[in-house]
């Protein structure tokens, strides 16, 4: 089984910071690439960022300049650091590590590699 933790989330102010973190734990073999994706209601989920394991980032549009991605993998996390925060970045923000979970079935092991989501954490941009 393999949970993910986000945090940080909140209320901002307008040109403000915030700060989110996702950490995968329980059967974590290793982690791939990671992201995070955001929802306004009423829109599809849109790509935020992703960071590839050699730590190549991407960053959408919208948030270059003002977001950045980083990973920790000792500690099987992955942060968004947010600053100059608009109120179109009011979302709900979903982090998505590529995981390979191990299950450990009569002493053999088995490994599966999949994309999890997060719960979800809001992020309310507002003055």
């Known amino acids: 089984q393999v949970q993910l933790v986000e945090s940080g989330g909140g209320l901002g102010q307008p040109g403000g910071s915030l700060r989110l973190s996702c950490t995968a734990s329980g059967s974590v073999l290793s982690i791939g690439d990671m992201g995070w994706y955001r929802q306004a209601p009423g829109k599809q989920r849109e790509v935020v960022a992703t960071i590839s394991t050699d730590n190549t980032t991407h960053l959408a549009d919208a948030v270059k300049g003002r977001f950045t991605i980083s990973r920790d993998n000792a500690k099987n996390t992955v942060i968004l650091q947010m600053n100059s925060l608009k109120p179109e970045d009011t979302s709900v923000y979903y982090c998505?590590?590529?995981?390979?979970?191990?299950?450990?079935?009569?002493?053999?092991?088995?490994?599966?590699?999949?994309?999890?989501w997060g719960q979800g954490t809001q992020v309310t941009v507002s003055s």
């Open positions: 998505n590590p590529d995981v390979t979970a191990y299950r450990d079935v009569d002493d053999v092991f088995h490994f599966e590699r999949a994309q999890y």
